[in-house]
């Protein structure tokens, strides 16, 4: 059991590694509108869909942490947006969208990724007035903001889409009840 | 399913979050950051040459006459095209009295609102922030503005927040400011409206800003808008190498 535990989280620990990578990959390599598409949150979106548990919300943390090595913003603006803004979505699936359709799953996508990026231009603009700096949301960043929160929507619809299909199939319990009702 | 508690978790997450940045402004967690970033640069760079250059490779006009599946072919090109960047590097090091660090891309645009450009040199190899990013033969990429030990961070010219002071090579040698349209498109602003612009003028770096050298290329003016109702007039500007094309780049040390 305790050897168990460690070769879990030893996996966890390097599956959250490999997410980073991917991210970083993902957004270099890919030119817009391709690279719009936040793997990171698409993924901790689906845990969370499927299973919330603490555990995912912790690993988010960590791996938002790293990411935010990599961005020009002050340190912890951008995981500060992304976390709250996974919390919330966390928060509205187990208390207001306890229904798991597409949907659901659409709106979940889109509400987390709008939710980040209002908290992002409140702190980016809070940032500005600290530091005297001068910003501007243009409507092509409010554009661009819009096209990377419908493509991770869409992303993940899609994901939870074949992701179910083959759960439900492959899952044991559920065999187990269809047999028994038939 | 089970039901979980959440409010612990929350909490939980709440408290690692802030400590980890209180930490962080201390300066406590330096070492780990650096530790960390340079393993996830090393795991990134293979995956991300391996891509872009193949890409490149398959965009590349001469493939078509050799098969492209051929690894070996697909590689000369790579070094035939790191070759000629560097080339380039070389032959601008010659003429400037200037040192320049150079540093291959490592990733870039992590977030969609800047266009940022990571470098595999930072404060260890002697850059500093506000050094100019310059391509081949003194073509203006940007500006550095976040260094940590082995990484820097560049805005590019087409970037929203990028502001370079620059320069017109025509008969008024009119200056004005280079604004980046959100990785978009480039533009000269504050151009008096008396003064004429042909199209195909060539632009450079102005002198007037700290650190910045006169005379590193920018691009040419595509289009001028001139409108009777605006007291200045401004410039579209076509880049003089495509920014998302670049593998090695120089930084300037000007101080």
Redesign the interface.
């Known amino acids: 059991m305790y050897l168990r535990n460690i070769v879990k989280k030893i996996t966890t620990f390097l599956l959250a ?1 490999f997410l ?2 991917l991210h ?2 993902w ?3 890919f ?2 509108p391709i ?2 598409l936040n793997i990171i949150m698409v993924v901790f979106l689906w845990l969370i869909i499927f ?4 555990r995912y ?2 690993v988010a ?1 960590y791996v938002l ?3 935010e ?5 002050p ?2 603006l ?3 947006a992304q ?1 709250s803004a996974l ?1 919330i979505a ?2 509205l699936l ?1 208390n207001i969208f306890t229904n798991r359709s597409l949907v659901i799953v659409f709106f979940i996508g889109l509400i987390t990724m709008i939710t980040y990026r209002l908290v ?1 231009i409140l702190l980016t603009y809070c940032n500005s007035l600290i530091r005297n700096h001068q ?2 949301f ?1 409507p ?2 409010i554009r ?2 819009f096209n ?1 929160a419908l493509i991770t929507a869409c992303t993940l619809s899609l994901i939870y889409l074949i992701s179910s299909i083959f759960i439900k199939r492959l899952r044991p319990e559920y065999i187990l009840e269809t047999s028994q009702t038939i | 399913m089970r039901y979980y508690s959440f409010k612990k978790t929350y909490l939980l997450v709440i408290g690692i979050f802030f400590s980890i940045i209180f930490l962080h402004y201390l300066g406590i967690l330096n070492f780990i950051e650096n530790k960390i970033s340079d393993t996830v640069v090393l795991a990134l760079r293979p995956i991300t040459t391996k891509f872009q250059n193949n890409t490149k490779a398959n965009l590349c006009p001469n493939t078509t006459t050799t098969p492209i599946n051929d690894q070996s072919i697909i590689k000369n090109k790579i070094l035939e095209q790191e070759n000629f960047e560097l080339k380039n590097q070389l032959n601008f090091k010659k003429h400037s009295s200037s040192t320049i660090i150079t540093a291959e891309i490592v990733a870039k645009n992590l977030d969609t609102a800047d266009q940022i450009i990571i470098l595999n040199r930072g404060s260890n190899d002697g850059i500093k922030n506000d050094q100019p990013v310059i391509y081949g033969d003194g073509i203006l990429i940007g500006k550095i503005i976040k260094l940590e030990n082995n990484l820097s961070f560049a805005r590019v010219l087409s970037d929203n927040q990028s502001k370079i002071a620059a320069t017109i090579l025509n008969s008024d040698h009119s200056l004005g400011v280079i604004e980046g349209g959100f990785g978009l498109s480039i533009k000269m602003t504050f151009i008096p409206r008396n003064e004429n612009i042909i199209i195909g003028d060539e632009i450079i770096t102005s002198g007037l800003e700290i650190g910045i050298p006169r005379g590193l290329i920018i691009g040419k003016v595509a289009a001028v808008e001139n409108e009777s109702y605006q007291p200045f007039q401004q410039a579209i500007i076509t880049p003089a190498v495509d920014y998302e094309k670049i593998n090695f780049v120089g930084v300037l040390s000007t101080q």
């Open positions: 590694n980073i990578i970083l990959s957004r270099t390599i030119h817009q690279d719009l299973n919330p548990r603490q919300i912790l943390t942490l790293v990411c090595l990599f961005y020009t913003s340190f912890g951008e995981s500060f976390i919390l966390n928060w187990l992002y910003i501007a243009s092509i960043l661009t903001f990377e």
